[in-house]
Each structure stands twice: as C-alpha cells, then as structure tokens.
C-alpha cells in the first residue's frame, strides 16, 4: 500500500548543480501536483499535471522544469539550483474531480549551498 | 480564484480541553473544503472533508469541522484535545472546475499536558 513515493528524502546540492526529484503514485489518479513548504508560507504550487501528457505552472515555477512521464510518475528538475530552492518538496496526487483529496508523498528536504 | 486563510500561526490548547482551529475561504462557485494535518518530518495527511449535505463533518482521530456558507468557514474542532493532536494543520479549498488544491498557510497546534 505505498500510495506516493518520493526520492530521495534527503539531498544536499551545491550552487549550479543540477537534479532531478522523482515522483511516483499508484493509485491510478491523473492529477498530480509539486509543492514546496517554507516556514510560514505554507504550501506553493509549483507545478501540476492535470492528465497524463499535459502539464501546467503554479505559483512559484522559477526556475523548475516538469515531466509528466506517464500516469504514475511525475518528476521535477532543478537545472542550476540556487539557495532560495532550500526548502522541502511534497509530490501529491489526486482525482480530477474537485470533491477528491489529496495524496502526499513523504517530502524531500533539500538544501542548496 | 479560489482562496483560503488561516488567521492563526498557532493555537496552544490545554490536553482535555476542547480545541477549535480556524478557516475562512474564497471561491466563485461551490466549494469542496478540506482538512490535512501533518506531523513533524511526514507528508500532510488527510483528515476530513465538506461536499455537501450536513454542515458538521466528522473524520479521523475524533476530529470534526463545521460548514458555515455565511460566514464563509470551516473551522476544525475536537471535543478533547490530545497530547498526540500536536501537528500542523492545513486547510484547503477546491471549487468545481478547479484541478488544483489551493492550501492555507498552516496553523501549529500545541496541546499541553
């Protein structure tokens, strides 16, 4: 019964460096979704994906890039991290219809130095 | 747009004691409202949900919510409150149509012994 699963939990990038966060759900739901957490700001979307093969920006999509890889998985780049990307990332998923709640992953604590 | 606050940072709550944590909401159309509470290094969990129907929803652990269409709000209660409800707790709105969760800022709950 994994529901979503993230990796990794834990990452330590340098300035520049790229990554690639992984995503993965399996509870046949189309939309899927990037957050980001921060001391006092609460959840920001970053990306989502409505539906396999489509994918929209959030809020806060500066800086990231998405891939909709197929209807499980939904994973998130940093091309060149910078330290205002510290933070901890949540994947979600979730049925379309409005009604439906969300899924999250464990989270992944990322820090950019 | 769909929008929703959450007034308070924190609320300190003896143990025994009823606990009352506070939301308002914005949207266009109907509204789907939701209740997530997470615990410390863990991904936000759900607790309960308001569709439609009875304005008192009852969901996990003993919590419930109260739907107030006037006032625009759906606050999260529990008759007695535990030392283990110590968490973060999120609310959240989708309006119909929506694909996205839109989530408060969080308030810390703190339940003393």
């Known amino acids: 019964n994994a529901g979503v699963t993230q990796t990794p939990k834990f990452q330590v990038l340098k300035t520049g460096q790229s990554m690639t966060l992984q995503c993965a759900q399996d509870?046949?739901?189309?939309?899927m979704y990037w957050y980001r957490q921060d001391p006092g700001m609460g959840l920001r979307l970053i990306y989502y994906?409505?539906?396999?093969?489509?994918?929209d920006k959030g809020e806060v999509p500066n800086g990231y890039n998405v891939s909709r890889l197929n209807k499980r998985e939904f994973s998130l780049r940093l091309e060149s991290a910078a330290p205002s990307q510290t933070s901890v990332y949540f994947c979600?998923?979730?049925?379309?219809?409005?009604?439906?709640?969300?899924?999250f992953g464990q989270g992944t604590r990322l820090t950019v130095v | 747009a769909q929008s929703v606050a959450q007034p308070e940072d924190q609320v300190n709550v003896a143990e025994g004691n009823p606990l009352t944590v506070k939301c308002t909401y914005s949207?266009?159309?109907?509204?789907?409202l939701f209740w997530y509470v997470q615990y410390p290094n863990r991904g936000l969990q759900f607790l309960l949900k308001?569709?439609?129907?009875?304005?008192l929803v009852k969901g996990s652990y003993g919590f419930e919510a109260e739907f107030n269409k006037s006032q625009t709000s759906f606050h999260l209660k529990k008759p007695s409150a535990l030392v283990s409800d110590s968490a973060l707790y999120f609310c959240?709105?989708?309006?119909?149509?929506?694909?996205?969760?839109?989530f408060g800022r969080g308030t810390s709950l703190i339940v003393h012994p």
């Open positions: 979600a998923s979730s049925e379309l219809q409005p009604n439906t709640e969300a899924f």
């Open positions: 994906s409505a539906s396999e093969g489509t994918t």
């Open positions: 308001y569709i439609t129907g009875d304005n």
């Open positions: 959240a709105v989708r309006e119909g149509g929506s694909y996205i969760p839109t």
């Open positions: 509870m046949n739901h189309n939309s």
């Open positions: 949207v266009s159309g109907n509204p789907y």
